[in-house]
């Protein structure tokens, strides 16, 4: 482990030379730096060892640790190479296992997935899933201390108080932000392993920030969107420019609905509809239209519109 650590400073140093030598200029990440935020862990058994009865992981040269979250990994992973890091004066071990190959859905089941700003993500069949991860009183506090703390403009440095508050800010984030990915995990593996087809609006959620910024931050639906790109047996996508809120489904009229209409009255056939469910649904109707798919579908269960609203 010592070696290869020695020929990876070695290598690193040696390319930041020819570097130089063609003439880029140097900034910040090229300075050579004085310490490793990295040791690769290559072989299980050897250089690394998980012990999940005692919480442990033994590393070759360092000795035992005590590992948080050891009992999330199911007990059929095989281990193959670990990265030990270290990331805002904390320390993680990345490790990578194989799990034996879980099958694809095939009950030719479609759903619709609406993403919005007062339902985050909405589904053809009624469920509606409300979530933001807002951002915590410690880091507004955290932000105010690290405020005052002195900054020399001139050399560009940091006093030491400061750059400690700006580790717990970014630890912090770090924290949140695994929030968000682990519930849009949960989510994308409930949608996927239920459902063959996956239908979602490729909406510019980058232009909602204009005007929702702190509401969409909390939530990253973005996020959400690429996982399951990622997952899904069949995703399917609907364009940006075609209309679903305010759709009717009985008739197909269009009518303007604002953000705080959440059920609307058809004008022409007085039907009565939930807006997010009649998107959702719609943009899988539309899908469907698109891929021909129509007759192949297994019928979905849609939940009736009164117990759908009640969960709100
Ligand atoms: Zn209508």
Redesign the pocket.
């Given at each position: 482990m010592k070696q290869y650590l020695i020929k990876r400073l070695q290598s690193n140093i040696k390319s930041l030379k020819t570097l130089k030598g063609k003439g880029r200029k140097e900034n910040w990440k090229d300075k050579i730096q004085g310490a490793l935020h990295s040791i690769p862990l290559m072989q299980y058994g050897i250089t690394y060892k998980i012990n999940t009865k005692d919480k442990t992981v033994h590393i070759q040269g360092l000795g035992d640790f005590k590992v948080n979250g050891i009992s999330q990994i199911p007990c059929n992973a095989e281990f193959a190479t670990a990265n030990f890091i270290e990331r805002n004066c904390d320390y993680f071990l990345h490790a990578i296992a194989y799990l034996p190959k879980e099958e694809r859905v095939h009950n030719s089941m479609a759903i619709g997935i609406d993403l919005g700003i007062t339902n985050q993500i909405t589904f053809s069949n009624g469920i509606k899933v409300q979530y933001a991860i807002t951002m915590s009183e410690r880091i507004k506090r955290l932000y105010k201390v690290f405020s005052r703390a002195e900054y020399d403009k001139d050399t560009k440095k940091r006093s030491r108080r400061g750059t400690k508050i700006l580790q717990k800010i970014k630890s912090e984030f770090l924290h949140q932000n695994n929030q968000k990915k682990d519930i849009n995990n949960k989510l994308a593996h409930y949608v996927t392993t239920n459902y063959e087809y996956i239908a979602y609006q490729n909406d510019n959620i980058h232009s909602w920030m204009k005007f929702y910024g702190r509401r969409i931050y909390e939530t990253s639906i973005g996020g959400f969107r690429e996982c399951l790109k990622r997952k899904a047996s069949t995703p399917l996508e609907v364009g940006r420019f075609i209309r679903t809120t305010g759709v009717?489904m009985?008739?197909g009229?269009v009518q303007h609905l604002s953000l705080s209409d959440r059920i609307a009255v058809?004008p022409?056939?007085h039907?009565v509809f939930d807006r997010d469910v009649v998107a959702a649904n719609k943009i899988k109707q539309e899908v469907l239209c698109l891929w021909n798919l129509g007759e192949t579908l297994a019928e979905d269960y849609i939940m009736p519109l009164q117990v759908a609203c009640s969960n709100t």
């Open positions: 009717c009985n008739c009229t058809c022409s056939c039907s």
